[in-house]
């Protein structure tokens, strides 16, 4: 499986950024590919930022999200969205989309496919 990240870039804080990720080589139907986006800043753990389930009627956020992001998928392209609003300087990181047949795994940062990451700077 194969996933591609791209969107990411420099912003001030307050503004906005649309990640997108195209998914492909996957020997599941799409629809059966839970999808995730994680992000990773320097000397920091890995977070899940928010998670969409196959048919994309079941998502959820990080804490730190508090109704900023939102995710979506679209199941006829074989994508998925990250739409960041309000970005403040702590959102800056790497963010990684990643999927799993499996919504349990990633709920629990253990997806099995991963992307190569794309970086969010936010500055003030």
């Known amino acids: 499986v194969q996933l591609v990240e791209s969107g990411g870039g420099a912003v001030q804080t307050g503004g906005s950024l649309r990640l997108s990720c195209v998914i492909s080589?996957?020997?599941?139907?799409?629809?059966?590919?839970?999808l995730g986006w994680f992000r990773q800043a320097p000397e920091k753990e890995r977070e899940l930022v928010s998670w969409?389930?196959?048919?994309?009627?079941?998502?959820g956020y990080g804490d730190f999200v508090k109704g900023r992001f939102t995710i979506s998928r679209d199941n006829a392209k074989g994508t998925v969205s990250l739409e960041m609003n309000s970005l403040k300087i702590e959102d800056t990181a790497v963010y990684y989309c990643?999927?799993?047949?499996?919504?349990?795994?990633?709920?629990?940062?253990?997806?099995?496919?991963w992307g190569q990451g794309t970086q969010v700077t936010v500055s003030s």
């Open positions: 990643a999927g799993d047949s499996s919504l349990k795994r990633v709920q629990d940062k253990r997806p099995r496919y």
């Open positions: 969409i389930s196959g048919q994309g009627n079941i998502y």
């Open positions: 080589g996957s020997r599941f139907s799409f629809e059966d590919l839970a």
